[in-house]
């Protein structure tokens, strides 16, 4: 499924926090033009974008700026000192970040960097896009889906993906087997039981349920 959404604003809904650096910039308009009140400051860290409502945070980053040398040398590849510094500092403070990597072209070299980040800083959520626009496309979007009733919708469309999937895998493997037609239907009958109790929320289950929910959870197996 493909979910399609705008981010229509409420009046009461706070301002966006915009760092200094970021002013007048295509991100800002491109926010504006949705609708986002922006408020600019500079007491927060560089390329920064901060959504109300303890909504995500997310520094932007210009690609080629985030090592110390460009274009990037696999034998002395390294973090530019202060951009490690700033990101370290912004995933102590905020939880719910996301790093934005602006680039017009995604190669080699930008490949390389956005790996180098991932391995100094695993726990960073890393967003690549093309330009201002893009960014602030890409920030709305998780804006909108960390609210409540997104997240509950793009939870029912996956459940919904996922057991059509099961449904009709589980169709061909029991169409396969070489027994008769009655013996197909109770064999899809007990691992369509299965499947129902394994995807139930655990608290929705009874003892027996809970303990084959853990078993599958555990060992990393979906049917």
Not at 44 to 67: D, M, Y
Not at 97 to 108: A, E, F, M
Not at 189 to 216: W, Y
Request: with cysteine; proline share 6%; net charge negative.
């Amino acid at each position: 499924y493909t979910i399609k959404f705008e981010v229509i604003m409420s009046s009461g809904l706070g301002p966006v926090i915009v760092h200094c650096s970021l002013a007048d910039s295509d991100i800002c308009h491109r926010l504006q033009q949705k609708g986002f009140r922006i408020r600019y400051g500079s007491g927060t860290a560089e390329g920064s974008v901060i959504f109300p409502n303890g909504g995500p945070v997310f520094l932007v980053q210009q690609l080629h700026k985030a090592v110390a040398v460009w274009p990037p040398d696999p034998d002395t590849l390294a973090l530019n000192p202060d951009v490690s510094t700033k990101l370290s500092k912004a995933m102590g403070v905020h939880s719910n970040l996301y790093l934005v990597t602006i680039s017009p072209l995604l190669g080699l070299n930008e490949l390389t960097v956005i790996s180098l980040l991932q391995d100094r800083l695993d726990d960073l959520r890393i967003l690549p896009v093309k330009g201002g626009r893009e960014c602030a496309d890409a920030m709305c979007n998780v804006f909108k889906v960390h609210e409540p009733e997104t997240r509950e919708l793009i939870e029912q469309r996956f459940q919904s993906t996922v057991t059509g999937i099961r449904d009709s895998v589980f169709s061909d493997v029991v169409n396969m087997l070489p027994v008769d037609e009655s013996v197909k239907g109770e064999i899809g009958e007990a691992f369509s039981c299965v499947a129902d109790l394994i995807t139930s929320p655990a608290e929705n289950l009874p003892e027996d349920g809970e303990r084959l929910h853990a078993f599958f959870s555990e060992d990393k197996v979906s049917v």
